[in-house]
């Protein structure tokens, strides 16, 4: 665990704004959401019906949401009610993403913090003309919505895995933009896992369109070949290996 020192005196500020060249996204000094904006088109795709907060904690099986945030540089100190917890989260703004980092979490009983929630007007579909998406930049961070497009932007850590490195990029782009944005991030997150056959990269790929059949088990070094023959002749260019219990171990997928 990290601790960091806070200054004893900070002038209050009454809003945070994070942007870049396509999104604006801001908070008020007690950490509720009050905008994410497309510049572009000047359309607030926050969803405003509720009041939201961007960040919350878990301590001894109670949720506190943030009360206060104080900008000091680059970094935002987090505080929570009666909770005693203070976090601090560094903020980046590059061209494509504006990327949250947690650098520590200070406090006893903790199990999980929050560190990024905006729910959004947006649907997370392919006809809508602005994409959003929180792409989670390493191991340490669990996103709920899959990437490409989605509603809600959502992160968190937990005392598991350690408070201090776990990274989102909120990414607030014109629906055209979002998949070449997402290859440029990935590509830039040094502790992310790459593969250019999914992802974004799956429309590019051609044996990504072919048909498979699935095999829940049968399938041998004995009649391998015949299972190959019989795949190709009815068109197919693959063979999902699909089933767990006594074919293979979920986890490492061990035969």
């Not at 669990?142 to 989605?150: F, S």
């Not at 937990?158 to 408070?163: I, L, M, P, Q």
């Not at 190959?228 to 063979?239: E, K, N, Y």
Request: aromatic content about 10%; proline content about 5%.
């Amino acid at each position: 665990l990290i601790f960091m020192v806070f200054p004893a005196f900070l002038p209050a500020q009454e809003q945070v704004t994070l942007e870049n060249e396509y999104l604006r996204y801001v908070v008020d000094s007690e950490g509720r959401n009050l905008h994410f904006i497309d510049k572009k088109s000047g359309i607030d795709y926050l969803y405003a019906d509720s009041a939201s907060v961007c960040a919350q904690v878990r301590k001894n099986r109670v949720y506190y949401p943030v009360s206060k945030i104080t900008p000091v540089g680059k970094i935002l100190i987090m505080e929570f009610g009666d909770s005693g917890v203070k976090a601090a989260v560094r903020t980046v703004i590059r061209d494509t993403h504006i990327a949250l980092k947690v650098l520590s979490v200070c406090g006893t009983g903790l199990h999980s913090f929050v560190f990024l929630n905006i729910p959004l007007t947006l649907k997370g579909r392919p006809g809508e003309p602005f994409a959003a998406c929180a792409l989670a930049l390493n191991l340490k961070t669990h996103v709920r919505q899959l990437p490409a497009l989605q509603s809600h932007l959502w992160a968190s850590c937990y005392d598991e895995f350690g408070f201090n490195g776990p990274a989102v990029a909120i990414i607030g782009v014109p629906q055209d933009r979002i998949l070449p944005i997402l290859k440029e991030v990935i590509m830039g997150a040094d502790e992310l896992p790459k593969s250019m056959q999914g992802g974004p990269w799956a429309k590019d790929i051609p044996a990504n369109s072919g048909s498979y059949i699935f095999n829940t088990g049968d399938i041998n070094e004995e009649n391998v070949d015949e299972w190959i023959a019989m795949v190709r002749r009815i068109g197919f260019s693959q063979i999902d290996h699909h089933g767990g219990g006594g074919f293979f171990r979920w986890g490492d997928f061990e035969l």
